[in-house]
């Protein structure tokens, strides 16, 4: 899996080139693409609350139905108030299932391998033949939330953001441009 760094910028990325002229770019609008951005990562909590937080993850929130469902109620609840409700929705979306692209794409060196995509269809995991985002690591199934937690500190995983850092923020420049190109 990539970092929430990684999956952040991805999303940033993502956002510029969906936003268009739409008077979406606010404090708020950014803080909304970072949440959407690491949402799929929400599936530690519930494992969280049982002693073993990686027992769900990579399952149903990390499939394109998750994505469809997280923007179809973002742009409900934004609805009655906002300008562009149905764009929030659906840049919402599409955030999120860059989330799953970077997952996709990431090492995974624990079973199951990859990301279950097409949940709830199939509970099949999919992962990329020539993963290129290096691993965070996060712990073992069934290990307690200290031992995780003291995982997703250690010095692999700060050198696993500092090469996502060199990969994508230079992405992200390059939407930032080719957005701000467009919008001008």
């Given at each position: 899996m990539a970092s929430p760094f990684g999956h952040s910028v991805l999303g940033l990325s993502v956002a510029e080139l969906a936003t268009g002229k739409r008077p979406l770019r606010s404090w708020p609008w950014y803080l909304y693409i970072i949440f959407a951005a690491n949402a799929p990562d929400l599936d530690f909590v519930p494992g969280f609350f049982i002693g073993d937080m990686n027992r769900y993850h990579h399952t149903g929130s990390h499939s394109i139905f998750a994505a469809f469902l997280f923007g179809w109620v973002a742009g409900l609840i934004v609805w009655r108030f906002a300008r562009h409700p149905a764009a929030i929705g659906v840049i919402g979306g599409l955030v999120y299932t860059a989330h799953l692209v970077g997952d996709y794409f990431a090492h995974d060196l624990e079973a199951p391998f990859g990301i279950a995509v097409f949940w709830p269809f199939t509970n099949t995991f999919y992962i990329a033949p020539s993963p290129f985002i290096s691993n965070i690591t996060h712990g073992d199934f069934g290990q307690d939330n200290i031992s995780v937690i003291s995982d997703i500190f250690s010095l692999h995983n700060l050198m696993a953001v500092g090469l996502e850092a060199?990969?994508?923020?230079?992405?992200?420049?390059?939407?930032?441009?080719?957005?701000?190109k467009r919008n001008s």
């Open positions: 060199i990969m994508f923020v230079p992405l992200l420049l390059v939407c930032v441009w080719i957005a701000r």
